[in-house]
């Protein structure tokens, strides 16, 4: 195990924001991990457990001991019940696990595709779009609880999963996740509730009809089908979110920057009055959901840009590092969306990634 000092995070978050580890590991297996949290208990350095940071902003170095799980296996088992158990490593990268397990007939993950970030990471803000979250795709997560200095395996409720939300998010460094396991099936039913998504794979069916037949349920009945589908579902998430979504490697980002606030039925209809285009969801439970995106867009921050970072010009959810920026910048830009959000529309906006 070697252990450097003052390592730059640079190619460790998404951002690309240039802060030092004052200590960091990579670390490859249960044994080292533990070796790893000895040494940082040892010398008194506080752990600071790092995934893919594709959910990040670095504001500042980061003292004590950073550490970064590299190992990518995945192992598939296969149940009488039909259904695979697929156990992946936290340092797999998540895009590159959606392929995989597409290539290998098994569907599910495919409204998953494209996201940034490592497998590991995955559960802790419960990835989620197009309609699918981790969630309803996961069985289970082996982690290692520091409080308690046991290996557990948590089932989906143990997680306490929400929109973006978990135990691992809410209870930050005490559970270190080494591995997360999947239940996939060849032929899961597609998800098309998302318009943007079944309105692209409409478009695709009316030049092939064969492919689809409906735009809630446009599966095929063969058996090769429901994979067949399932990978143009994944072509298509890969074509929306480019065309939206900056590719970190050029612009650096996380993704979404600010959570979809949920507001009262009351509070919904006073703003649709003052502001007959905005965008809303109907929750279900007498609450909506407002895209926080058109909020800010409509107070007029997409694209603009300030010390080195920006609101993406594309979609004004996502907040980028236009090279030069820091945290600080990135944060300085955010309170000052909230703040207008907020005296604009009474709507208190949270900030989706981990902020450190
Ligand atoms: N909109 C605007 N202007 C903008 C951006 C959006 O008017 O600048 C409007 C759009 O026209 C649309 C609505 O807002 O009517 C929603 O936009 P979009 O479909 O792009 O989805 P979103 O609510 O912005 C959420 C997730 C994304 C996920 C997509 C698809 C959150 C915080 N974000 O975005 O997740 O990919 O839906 O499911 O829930 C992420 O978490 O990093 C992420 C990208």
């Not at 550490?67 to 992946?88: A, C, E, M, P, R």
Request: proline share 5%; aromatic share 6%.
């Amino acid at each position: 195990m070697n252990i450097i000092c003052n390592q730059s995070l640079k190619a460790f978050n998404s951002f690309g924001f240039a802060v030092q580890a004052e200590h960091f590991v990579s670390i490859d297996t249960d044994d080292e991990l533990i070796d790893a949290l000895r040494i940082a208990n040892d010398n008194d350095w506080p752990v600071f457990l790092l995934g893919g940071g594709s959910n990040l902003v670095l504001t500042q170095d980061i003292k004590g001991l950073v550490i970064h799980q590299t190992n990518t296996t995945t192992h598939y088992d296969k149940q009488s019940d039909g259904s695979t158990l697929v156990t992946v490593d936290a340092g797999k990268p998540w895009h590159e696990l959606v392929l995989e397990t597409l290539d290998n007939g098994l569907t599910g993950l495919e409204n998953l595709s494209l996201i940034p970030g490592n497998t590991g990471a995955a559960p802790v803000q419960n990835i989620g779009a197009y309609g699918v979250e981790l969630a309803d795709r996961m069985h289970s997560v082996r982690c290692y609880h520091r409080p308690s200095q046991q290996w557990l395996t948590l089932l989906p409720d143990d997680c306490v999963f929400g929109y973006r939300d978990s135990v691992f998010k809410r209870e930050p460094n005490q559970y270190v996740i080494t591995q997360v396991v999947f239940q996939l099936r060849s032929d899961t039913p597609p998800v098309l509730s998302y318009k943007a998504l079944a309105r692209a794979m409409n478009v695709i069916s009316d030049r092939n009809p064969k492919v689809a037949s409906s735009n809630t349920n446009p599966i095929g009945t063969g058996p090769g089908e429901p994979v067949a589908q399932a990978k143009l579902i994944s072509d298509t998430v890969i074509r929306i979110r480019q065309s939206k979504l900056p590719d970190p490697k050029q612009l650096g980002n996380a993704g979404s920057f600010f959570k979809n606030p949920v507001i009262s039925k009351d509070h919904a209809e006073a703003l649709k009055v003052s502001h007959p285009d905005i965008v809303s969801y109907p929750l279900g439970d007498g609450q909506l959901k407002l895209a926080a995106g058109w909020l800010i867009d409509e107070l007029g921050f997409r694209g603009i840009e300030a010390d080195g970072v920006g609101v993406h010009t594309e979609q004004a959810l996502v907040l980028v590092n236009r090279g030069d920026g820091d945290g600080q910048a990135l944060m300085a830009l955010a309170r000052a969306i909230i703040d207008r959000v907020d005296k604009e529309f009474g709507v208190k906006l949270e900030i989706e990634p981990i902020v450190v």
